[in-house]
């Protein structure tokens, strides 16, 4: 039984150093020949585990968007305590009933113990096994002590287990199955242009500001407990494993958003760092969705009051007309207070305005009486990907790569081998 357990192991052992061998070599492949696309891909739906390779990077996933006085965590069993980066054991334990862990002068706090560094990862035997703030994730999780006596924490998973997430975080469940598969490769290729930032601590955070990432397990308003990734989200997941958009054999920030509202936007006017796929592309594929076109009514005295502290005038604001984009760019404003002109982009009159009430900043504008009426479309940025519009796609029977090219035209989807 030992024997065989030994000879299992070093089973696995020589399997998994073939698979990262097999990695290496498929990166290397992909980042040596940047003038020599690599050749698109077919994507088999309904691949079985067993004809994808399972091996996948690990990815570092910032939990708290800006650091904390302490973060609450619990581990369901035995696990390790070690410095970020090494193999030493600080600590162990059987399990961890809900804790809270904090910065102190001399490390960090979990529990009741105090580890002299500055930063630690909690190591679960079995994942998962680890929750923060109520929600529970794959993998490990790092605590980093920041200034001002606070915390972080970054979740350290897979990029598989990741995506998984990504895809119920990013599309609900009744979109079409070749929606959900693009969206797993533009979420894959998205965090793996952020790793490439080489950030010392993690790579994208967990919410919009990345991509929204939900974890294993978590509970709603209602206390209900509820799956971020499920077995639909996994067979999506492993589907794609390893397919990503790249841009003369290069990975680029593949950019989408929830509704484009009839066209999306030009990459270069919303993104400095935009590629060239990110062109402005028709899509009349989102006309289902809420925010397809919208219509918001402010008043002219809150206009007036935000629009004023902005430009630091005073007054009302008098007047407020577009200033006609080229296709596919975002707008821009003049204003007229207190019989001044003053010229706004319209994403700055949006943030300014309210980011919640004006879903994009791809709207016109008209007086009403007391109130000022925005008529828009869209919601986000709308730049690359239309999350609603490739829904529309695949219920029209359009596939995954079809879809992709489609949103960035002039890109070519590739497989990182053995990934
Ligand atoms: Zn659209």
Redesign the pocket.
């Known amino acids: 039984m030992v024997i065989e357990r030994a000879r299992n192991r070093l089973w696995r052992q020589v399997a998994f150093c073939g698979v990262v061998l097999a990695c290496v070599i498929g990166w290397l492949t992909l980042l040596s020949r940047p003038d020599r696309p690599l050749q698109p891909l077919a994507l088999k739906a309904n691949t079985r585990d067993s004809e994808r390779p399972t091996y996948s990077p690990d990815i570092r996933v910032n939990l708290t968007a800006t650091p904390r006085e302490n973060v609450r965590l619990s581990v369901d069993g035995p696990f390790d305590v070690r410095p970020v980066g090494t193999t030493e054991v600080a600590g162990f334990g059987k399990q961890l009933r809900a804790c809270t862990v904090s910065a102190t002068k001399s490390g960090i706090r979990v529990d009741d113990t105090v580890y002299p560094m500055t930063r630690l990862e909690i190591i679960p035997d079995k994942s998962p096994a680890i929750w923060i703030e109520g929600r529970q994730y794959r993998g490990r999780v790092r605590f980093f002590r920041k200034s001002g006596g606070k915390i972080i924490a970054v979740n350290v998973l897979p990029m598989n287990d990741y995506i998984a997430s990504v895809i119920n975080g990013e599309m609900p469940l009744v979109f079409g199955r070749a929606a959900r598969q693009a969206q797993a490769v533009v979420a894959r290729t998205y965090a793996l242009a952020q790793m490439n930032r080489k950030h010392p601590q993690y790579d994208v955070f967990a919410s919009s500001r990345s991509q929204k990432y939900i974890g294993h397990k978590y509970r709603d308003s209602k206390g209900r407990l509820l799956a971020g990734d499920d077995r639909t989200s996994r067979e999506v997941a492993r589907e794609t494993a390893g397919m990503i958009c790249t841009y003369k054999g290069k990975i680029f920030t593949t950019y989408y958003s929830a509704?484009?509202?009839?066209?999306?936007a030009l990459g270069t006017t919303v993104f400095p760092d935009a590629a060239p796929p990110l062109q402005s592309v028709p899509?009349?594929?989102?006309?289902s969705?809420k925010r397809?076109q919208w219509t918001v009514k402010l008043s002219r005295n809150e206009v007036s009051r935000r629009l004023g502290t902005h430009l630091k005038k005073q007054g009302a604001v008098e007047g407020l007309r577009r200033i006609s984009p080229k296709r596919g760019e975002v707008p821009s404003f003049e204003a007229l207070i207190s019989g001044r002109k003053q010229t706004i982009s319209g994403a700055t009159l949006r943030r300014v305005l309210s980011t919640t009430k004006l879903p994009s900043p791809y709207f016109n504008v008209r007086v009403e009486g007391n109130f000022f009426i925005f008529e828009g479309r869209?919601h986000g940025h709308?730049v690359g990907l239309?999350?609603?519009?490739?829904h529309?796609q695949a219920q029209s029977g359009r596939t995954c790569l079809e879809i992709l090219q489609y949103y960035y035209p002039g890109s070519d989807i590739v497989i990182l081998e053995d990934m």
């Not at 509704?259 to 999306?264: E, H, L, N």
């Not at 899509?283 to 006309?287: I, K, L």
């Not at 239309?386 to 490739?390: I, P, R, S, V």
Request: with cysteine; glycine share 24%; hydrophobic share 25%.
């Open positions: 509704v484009c509202g009839g066209q999306t899509c009349r594929y989102c006309q969705a397809f869209g709308t239309c999350q609603w519009g490739a529309g």
